[in-house]
Protein backbone atom coordinates (compact mmCIF):
# COMPACT_ATOMS: atom_id res chain seq x y z
CA UNK A 1 0.00 0.00 0.00
CA UNK A 2 0.83 3.79 -0.14
CA UNK A 3 2.27 4.28 -3.22
CA UNK A 4 2.48 7.44 -4.85
CA UNK A 5 3.24 7.80 -8.54
CA UNK A 6 4.80 10.79 -10.74
CA UNK A 7 3.59 11.75 -14.40
CA UNK A 8 5.49 12.22 -16.14
CA UNK A 9 9.11 10.74 -15.41
CA UNK A 10 10.64 12.76 -18.08
CA UNK A 11 9.89 15.90 -19.73
CA UNK A 12 12.38 17.87 -22.26
CA UNK A 13 10.71 21.52 -23.14
CA UNK A 14 11.57 24.33 -24.49
CA UNK A 15 12.49 27.78 -22.62
CA UNK A 16 9.09 29.86 -22.47
CA UNK A 17 6.72 26.96 -22.64
CA UNK A 18 5.02 25.87 -19.20
CA UNK A 19 4.93 22.18 -17.81
CA UNK A 20 2.38 20.28 -15.89
CA UNK A 21 4.02 17.50 -13.35
CA UNK A 22 1.28 15.03 -11.90
CA UNK A 23 1.44 13.65 -8.50
CA UNK A 24 -1.29 10.87 -7.65
CA UNK A 25 -1.95 8.71 -4.35
CA UNK A 26 -2.96 5.42 -6.15
CA UNK A 27 -4.63 3.55 -2.92
CA UNK A 28 -5.16 6.27 -0.12
CA UNK A 29 -6.22 9.26 -0.17
CA UNK A 30 -3.79 12.19 0.62
CA UNK A 31 -5.29 15.69 2.30
CA UNK A 32 -1.61 16.69 2.06
CA UNK A 33 1.37 16.77 -0.69
CA UNK A 34 4.63 18.38 -0.80
CA UNK A 35 6.87 19.08 -3.37
CA UNK A 36 10.59 19.11 -3.57
CA UNK A 37 13.23 19.82 -5.90
CA UNK A 38 16.67 18.29 -6.21
CA UNK A 39 19.60 19.48 -7.91
CA UNK A 40 22.43 17.17 -8.82
CA UNK A 41 23.88 15.57 -6.42
CA UNK A 42 22.33 17.71 -4.11
CA UNK A 43 19.47 17.07 -1.42
CA UNK A 44 15.81 17.78 -1.52
CA UNK A 45 14.68 21.23 -1.36
CA UNK A 46 10.86 21.43 -0.17
CA UNK A 47 9.35 23.72 -2.22
CA UNK A 48 5.18 23.91 -1.34
CA UNK A 49 2.78 22.24 0.77
CA UNK A 50 0.01 21.13 -1.00
CA UNK A 51 -3.14 21.18 0.88
CA UNK A 52 -6.54 19.64 -1.02
CA UNK A 53 -9.04 22.12 -1.34
CA UNK A 54 -7.10 25.32 -0.64
CA UNK A 55 -3.99 27.27 -1.51
CA UNK A 56 -0.92 25.79 -1.66
CA UNK A 57 1.76 26.76 1.00
CA UNK A 58 5.16 27.93 -0.55
CA UNK A 59 8.76 27.94 1.36
CA UNK A 60 10.62 31.54 1.25
CA UNK A 61 12.25 32.20 -1.91
CA UNK A 62 10.09 29.84 -4.07
CA UNK A 63 7.88 32.15 -6.53
CA UNK A 64 4.17 30.81 -6.55
CA UNK A 65 3.33 32.35 -9.77
CA UNK A 66 6.27 30.77 -11.08
CA UNK A 67 5.36 26.67 -9.91
CA UNK A 68 1.57 27.08 -9.48
CA UNK A 69 0.23 23.94 -7.20
CA UNK A 70 -3.34 22.70 -7.84
CA UNK A 71 -4.46 20.10 -5.10
CA UNK A 72 -7.98 19.44 -6.64
CA UNK A 73 -9.14 15.74 -5.19
CA UNK A 74 -7.70 13.83 -2.71
CA UNK A 75 -5.00 11.89 -4.60
CA UNK A 76 -3.81 14.73 -7.02
CA UNK A 77 -1.76 17.05 -6.99
CA UNK A 78 -0.41 18.90 -9.83
CA UNK A 79 2.64 21.27 -9.86
CA UNK A 80 3.04 23.75 -13.57
CA UNK A 81 6.18 25.20 -14.20
CA UNK A 82 5.58 28.59 -16.02
CA UNK A 83 7.02 29.93 -19.11
CA UNK A 84 9.92 27.84 -18.04
CA UNK A 85 13.85 28.45 -18.33
CA UNK A 86 16.77 26.57 -18.17
CA UNK A 87 17.73 26.82 -14.92
CA UNK A 88 14.22 25.03 -14.02
CA UNK A 89 15.80 21.82 -15.33
CA UNK A 90 15.82 19.95 -12.00
CA UNK A 91 14.85 16.62 -10.33
CA UNK A 92 10.94 17.14 -8.99
CA UNK A 93 9.53 15.17 -6.05
CA UNK A 94 6.43 14.87 -4.60
CA UNK A 95 5.39 13.38 -1.89
CA UNK A 96 1.99 12.44 0.47
CA UNK A 97 1.35 12.21 3.92
CA UNK A 98 0.74 9.17 5.74
CA UNK A 99 -3.31 8.87 5.97
CA UNK A 100 -2.73 7.34 9.27
CA UNK A 101 -1.92 9.84 10.54
CA UNK A 102 1.99 9.02 11.31
CA UNK A 103 4.35 11.52 10.63
CA UNK A 104 5.92 10.26 7.74
CA UNK A 105 5.61 10.50 3.93
CA UNK A 106 5.39 8.21 0.65
CA UNK A 107 7.78 9.55 -2.29
CA UNK A 108 6.89 9.47 -5.46
CA UNK A 109 9.72 8.48 -8.21
CA UNK A 110 10.07 11.96 -9.83
CA UNK A 111 9.90 14.01 -12.34
CA UNK A 112 13.12 15.17 -14.80
CA UNK A 113 12.55 18.28 -16.16
CA UNK A 114 14.86 19.76 -18.87
CA UNK A 115 14.44 23.29 -20.13
CA UNK A 116 16.02 23.89 -23.53
CA UNK B 1 16.30 26.82 11.75
CA UNK B 2 16.69 23.18 11.39
CA UNK B 3 20.18 22.16 9.74
CA UNK B 4 20.94 18.36 8.62
CA UNK B 5 24.30 16.94 8.09
CA UNK B 6 25.52 14.12 6.79
CA UNK B 7 29.08 12.64 7.01
CA UNK B 8 30.65 11.18 4.97
CA UNK B 9 29.65 12.95 1.80
CA UNK B 10 30.56 10.05 -0.04
CA UNK B 11 32.00 6.73 0.94
CA UNK B 12 33.31 3.47 -1.23
CA UNK B 13 34.04 0.37 0.35
CA UNK B 14 34.74 -3.13 -0.88
CA UNK B 15 31.67 -5.45 -0.63
CA UNK B 16 31.32 -7.53 2.82
CA UNK B 17 32.51 -4.40 5.16
CA UNK B 18 30.57 -3.31 7.73
CA UNK B 19 29.75 0.54 7.47
CA UNK B 20 28.32 3.39 9.44
CA UNK B 21 26.26 6.87 8.16
CA UNK B 22 26.48 9.64 10.31
CA UNK B 23 23.19 12.13 10.59
CA UNK B 24 23.57 14.96 12.71
CA UNK B 25 20.65 17.72 12.99
CA UNK B 26 20.84 20.94 14.70
CA UNK B 27 17.37 21.11 16.89
CA UNK B 28 16.97 18.29 19.02
CA UNK B 29 13.34 19.02 19.44
CA UNK B 30 12.29 15.96 16.99
CA UNK B 31 9.66 13.26 17.06
CA UNK B 32 11.01 10.88 14.57
CA UNK B 33 13.87 10.74 12.05
CA UNK B 34 13.61 9.14 9.30
CA UNK B 35 16.65 7.28 6.94
CA UNK B 36 15.87 6.83 3.01
CA UNK B 37 17.53 5.31 0.00
CA UNK B 38 17.92 7.21 -3.16
CA UNK B 39 18.97 5.40 -6.55
CA UNK B 40 20.34 7.33 -9.29
CA UNK B 41 17.61 9.27 -10.96
CA UNK B 42 15.04 7.42 -8.75
CA UNK B 43 12.65 8.53 -5.74
CA UNK B 44 12.78 7.96 -2.22
CA UNK B 45 12.63 4.51 -0.69
CA UNK B 46 12.09 4.76 3.43
CA UNK B 47 14.39 2.33 5.63
CA UNK B 48 13.77 2.71 8.64
CA UNK B 49 11.76 5.80 11.10
CA UNK B 50 12.78 5.86 14.37
CA UNK B 51 10.53 7.71 17.11
CA UNK B 52 11.76 10.20 19.53
CA UNK B 53 11.19 7.65 21.99
CA UNK B 54 13.14 5.09 20.27
CA UNK B 55 16.56 4.39 20.49
CA UNK B 56 16.96 2.39 17.62
CA UNK B 57 15.43 0.58 14.88
CA UNK B 58 16.22 -2.62 12.52
CA UNK B 59 15.26 -4.15 9.34
CA UNK B 60 17.45 -6.95 8.18
CA UNK B 61 21.37 -5.62 7.41
CA UNK B 62 20.46 -2.32 8.53
CA UNK B 63 20.02 -0.89 12.15
CA UNK B 64 19.54 2.91 12.64
CA UNK B 65 20.29 4.23 16.04
CA UNK B 66 19.01 8.31 17.50
CA UNK B 67 20.29 10.19 20.09
CA UNK B 68 18.35 13.23 20.68
CA UNK B 69 20.07 15.16 23.23
CA UNK B 70 23.36 15.12 21.09
CA UNK B 71 21.24 15.52 17.76
CA UNK B 72 22.83 12.19 16.21
CA UNK B 73 21.92 9.47 13.88
CA UNK B 74 23.52 6.42 12.98
CA UNK B 75 22.68 4.15 10.21
CA UNK B 76 24.67 0.97 10.43
CA UNK B 77 25.05 -1.50 6.88
CA UNK B 78 26.03 -4.69 7.98
CA UNK B 79 27.72 -7.25 5.46
CA UNK B 80 27.79 -4.73 2.72
CA UNK B 81 26.50 -5.57 -0.89
CA UNK B 82 27.45 -4.39 -4.63
CA UNK B 83 23.16 -3.91 -4.48
CA UNK B 84 23.28 -1.31 -1.58
CA UNK B 85 25.06 1.55 -3.59
CA UNK B 86 22.95 4.30 -3.53
CA UNK B 87 22.76 7.49 -1.76
CA UNK B 88 21.40 7.38 1.52
CA UNK B 89 19.29 10.68 3.02
CA UNK B 90 18.41 11.44 6.89
CA UNK B 91 15.35 13.58 7.30
CA UNK B 92 13.53 14.81 10.41
CA UNK B 93 10.10 16.76 10.72
CA UNK B 94 9.30 19.85 11.48
CA UNK B 95 6.43 22.33 11.85
CA UNK B 96 3.39 20.88 9.68
CA UNK B 97 5.10 17.60 8.77
CA UNK B 98 7.60 19.45 6.31
CA UNK B 99 11.18 17.60 6.00
CA UNK B 100 14.35 18.85 6.53
CA UNK B 101 16.76 16.35 4.46
CA UNK B 102 20.46 15.86 5.49
CA UNK B 103 22.92 16.73 2.80
CA UNK B 104 22.96 13.21 1.90
CA UNK B 105 25.86 9.92 1.73
CA UNK B 106 26.53 8.89 -1.38
CA UNK B 107 27.80 4.96 -0.94
CA UNK B 108 29.55 2.68 -3.46
CA UNK B 109 30.06 -0.74 -2.66
CA UNK B 110 32.35 -2.44 -5.26
CA UNK B 111 33.15 -6.59 -5.57
Known amino acids: GAVVSQHPSRVICKSGTSVKIECRSL??????MFWYRQFPKKSLMLMATSNEGSKATYEQGVEKDKFLINHASLTLSTLTVTSAHPEDSSFYIC????????????FGPGTRLLVL | KQEVTQIPAALSVPEGENLVLNCSFT??????LQWFRQDPGKGLTSLLL?????REQTSGRLNASLDKSSGRSTLYIAASQPGDSATYLCAVPGTASKLTFGTGTRLQVTL
Open chain 2, 27 to 32: DSAIYN
Open chain 1, 27 to 32: DFQATT
Open chain 2, 50 to 54: IQSSQ
Open chain 1, 95 to 106: SARDPQGRETQY
